[in-house]
């Protein structure tokens, strides 16, 4: 069977054809932790048997096989799941791994994330469809777009609008700041924010700086839970990021802590994540 990449939603809608679930055989195999939390917001997590490690929401995910990252994946260790379908990012690979799996007749879906406050709903849409259930995901993309929306306007409210950088702490020697064409960046703008990234030049991202994170001069910092954890706390984020210590967010301590799926997955969640930003930037004001 040949790959698929599923780009754009409206294209791809069309040429889907409505196949049933066919429950008792169906074997999924989620190489995405936002695929995967949506599967199981449509309630057919039973047909999932591996997951990637990005896929830690929601807890039952956790006692499932993990085949790891999903950049460096297996095709013997897939294979051995007897998958009937394998659902990934674009991100999964190597292509060598995901052609070995497809040569084996299993059907590799690539399902695209554009990184857009639009993502969670299309892609909603998009493995509801794929899986035979669009009835489900029609409700469960309602209900996210509903949450969505709400926060969207309260974020409307905010004035003045603050700056706020997002920053992705790999290591300590490895930091980048979020801008363009990010899901950070979506979620900064539609919480009604400025991007400070975005407002400095950074278009996905990119290294930074103590230059770049001065002249971005953000009010407000969020970081990962894996990025505070590298650095060990909040103070150690201020005083380990470069520049940080001189802005307002680094003066006034203002930093916020999201885990990584929930913010940046655009998942099922993210109406949720997006109000709690909202509340959190109300609150610094």
């Given at each position: 069977?040949?790959?698929?990449?599923?780009?754009?939603?409206?294209?791809?809608?069309?040429?889907?054809?409505?196949?049933p679930?066919?429950?008792?055989?169906?074997?999924?195999?989620?190489?995405?932790?936002?695929?995967?939390?949506?599967?199981?917001?449509?309630?057919?997590?039973?047909y999932?048997?591996?997951?990637?490690?990005?896929?830690?929401?929601?807890?039952?995910?956790?006692?499932?096989?993990?085949?790891?990252?999903?950049?460096?994946?297996?095709?013997?260790?897939?294979?051995?799941?007897?998958?009937?379908?394998?659902?990934?990012?674009?991100?999964?690979?190597?292509?060598?791994?995901?052609?070995?799996?497809?040569?084996?007749?299993?059907?590799?879906?690539?399902?695209?994330?554009?990184?857009?406050?639009?993502?969670?709903?299309?892609?909603?849409?998009?493995?509801?469809?794929?899986?035979g259930?669009?009835?489900?995901?029609?409700?469960?993309?309602?209900?996210?777009?509903?949450?969505?929306?709400?926060?969207?306007?309260?974020?409307?409210?905010?004035?003045?609008?603050?700056?706020?950088?997002?920053?992705?702490?790999?290591?300590?020697?490895?930091?980048?700041?979020?801008?363009?064409?990010t899901?950070?960046?979506?979620?900064?703008?539609?919480?009604?924010?400025?991007?400070?990234?975005?407002?400095?030049?950074?278009?996905?991202?990119?290294?930074?700086?103590?230059?770049?994170?001065?002249a971005?001069?953000?009010?407000?910092?969020?970081?990962?839970?894996?990025?505070?954890?590298?650095?060990?706390?909040?103070?150690?984020?201020?005083?380990?990021?470069p520049?940080?210590?001189?802005?307002?967010?680094?003066?006034?301590?203002?930093?916020?802590?999201?885990?990584?799926?929930?913010?940046?997955?655009?998942?099922?969640?993210?109406?949720?994540?997006?109000?709690?930003?909202?509340?959190?930037?109300?609150?610094?004001?």
């Open positions: 069977m040949r790959m698929r990449l599923l780009l754009p939603l409206t294209l791809l809608l069309s040429l889907l054809v409505a196949a679930l066919y429950a008792a055989e169906e074997r999924i195999v989620s190489l995405n932790g936002d695929i995967t939390e949506i599967i199981f917001g449509l309630g057919l997590g039973e999932v048997v591996a997951v990637d490690a990005s896929s830690n929401y929601p807890a039952e995910v956790l006692s499932l096989p993990n085949l790891g990252y999903q950049g460096n994946l297996n095709a013997e260790a897939i294979l051995a799941f007897q998958p009937t379908k394998v659902l990934a990012s674009p991100s999964a690979g190597p292509k060598e791994v995901l052609e070995q799996v497809m040569a084996a007749g299993v059907e590799v879906i690539i399902i695209d994330n554009d990184g857009t406050i639009n993502a969670p709903v299309d892609n909603i849409r998009t493995v509801a469809a794929l899986l259930v669009p009835e489900k995901g029609e409700q469960l993309a309602q209900a996210v777009q509903a949450k969505i929306d709400a926060a969207v306007e309260r974020g409307r409210q905010l004035d003045p609008k603050p700056r706020v950088l997002f920053l992705y702490l790999g290591s300590t020697r490895f930091q980048f700041g979020g801008g363009a064409g899901p950070s960046n979506a979620m900064i703008e539609a919480a009604g924010a400025i991007d400070a990234g975005k407002a400095v030049g950074l278009v996905g991202y990119q290294p930074i700086t103590a230059e770049v994170v001065v971005a001069q953000p009010d407000v910092v969020i970081v990962t839970e894996r990025g505070l954890n590298v650095l060990g706390s909040i103070e150690g984020v201020i005083n380990g990021v520049g940080l210590a001189l802005t307002p967010a680094g003066q006034k301590g203002h930093i916020l802590v999201f885990e990584d799926l929930y913010f940046i997955g655009m998942g099922p969640r993210t109406g949720d994540a997006l109000l709690e930003l909202v509340e959190a930037l109300e609150r610094l004001q």
